[in-house]
């Protein structure tokens, strides 16, 4: 990646999303030394204007952001970085500089958390008890969810018509962890469909 500092008298704006839910967390700027730094770091740098120095985000609160992707713009004059947040990103103490967590998006941080439970082997769990069950009882959880929700969509309670909605995507979440898919892989299946239209 090649980026033009010169535009902006040494700076780049970077954007900072949080890659699992894809929620913008707040804006920085680096020049040339900060962008190298956190190339080499994988955390993010940035350079600070009103200190005039570096600032590594997260060094005095340990709320660093750690680097998963960097892209730039077309014009290579602009940085997207997508990051795991270590916390709360804004100095005020919420989760962004735009705000608290958004719930849009929640189902890819839902699945990271099921997959953590998994992969910790985590007592006292619903999710990993379930997953140990094997294949049959997480397929039959999911059939019997479809039909609660079949079920409430006939009548008239919108709260628990909601309520069958997401334990059933909840246990088709669990599902797709145990046939090694991801909601990503059934993204791209949805939009490739779409495209061929």
């Not at 967590?101 to 997959?115: H, W």
Request: glycine share 6%; with cysteine; net charge negative.
């Amino acid at each position: 990646m090649n980026i033009t500092f010169n535009k902006g008298d040494g700076l780049v704006p970077a954007v900072i999303q949080d890659s699992t839910t894809m929620q913008v967390l707040m804006v920085g700027y680096m020049n040339e030394e900060a962008y190298r730094k956190t190339l080499s770091e994988g955390r993010v740098t940035f350079f600070s204007r009103s200190r005039q120095r570096l600032w590594t985000k997260g060094e005095t609160s340990g709320n660093f952001l750690t680097v998963v992707e960097m892209l730039a713009d077309c014009d290579q004059d602009a940085l997207l970085v997508r990051v795991v947040p270590a916390g709360p990103v804004c100095h005020l103490g919420t989760y962004s500089c735009f705000g608290n967590r958004e719930t849009q998006g929640f189902l890819y941080s839902l699945e990271k958390i099921i997959s953590e439970r998994i992969s910790e082997n985590a007592s006292g769990s619903y999710t990993n008890k379930l997953y140990r069950k094997g294949i049959n009882k997480i397929a039959q959880k999911v059939g019997e969810e479809a039909v609660e929700l079949v079920i409430e969509a006939k009548d008239d309670s919108i709260d628990l018509f909601k309520n069958e909605a997401a334990d059933l995507l909840y246990h088709l979440l669990v599902l797709l962890r145990a046939k090694s898919v991801n909601m990503k892989d059934i993204e791209e299946v949805l939009a490739a469909r779409h495209n061929s239209k």
